[in-house]
């Protein structure tokens, strides 16, 4: 029997009008936005390197990823979330996204969580949820993760 009273701690984050929910073990930390090193000939939801204690981190826009406009960055609400990358490439630690406003943390055990029926556009979301009456995105890190190494190669 299973015990459906364990709960996950999670993060939900601000992107533009969505909500992206991710294991809290899996943000190292959300910065300010400085010292975008930008690259050339990339889609246009790959910003560039983000300076992040001596790592130059793939900084990409998670909206635009999904045919969304991203946030303007000159707008002092704007942050980057680094986040663990989940493979075994040495080389490749971390990555992050845009977000907006502070992230929330929820615990979120199996019976907060309810399948909703709208597909998402992001090719990184796994799949729309209603957690607590309110729809998330779920993010595939393994996904988000090829996506970003993909492009960067």
Known sequence: MSDTSAQIKCVLLNINNDKLVLPNAAVAEIVPIRNIINVANKPGWMLGYL???GNSV???????MGGVRMPSLASG????????AIGEDKDFPFMSFLMQGAPQVVNISATDV????????????DQKLLIKDE???LVNLETLESIIKEVMT
Do not use: T
């Open 51 to 53: 300076d992040w204690r």
């Open 58 to 64: 793939p900084l990409v826009s998670f909206e635009a």
């Open 77 to 84: 609400d704007v942050k980057a979330v680094v986040i663990y």
């Open 135 to 137: 729809e998330v995105s």
């Open 114 to 125: 309810i399948a909703a029926g709208e597909a998402s556009q992001n090719p990184a979301v």
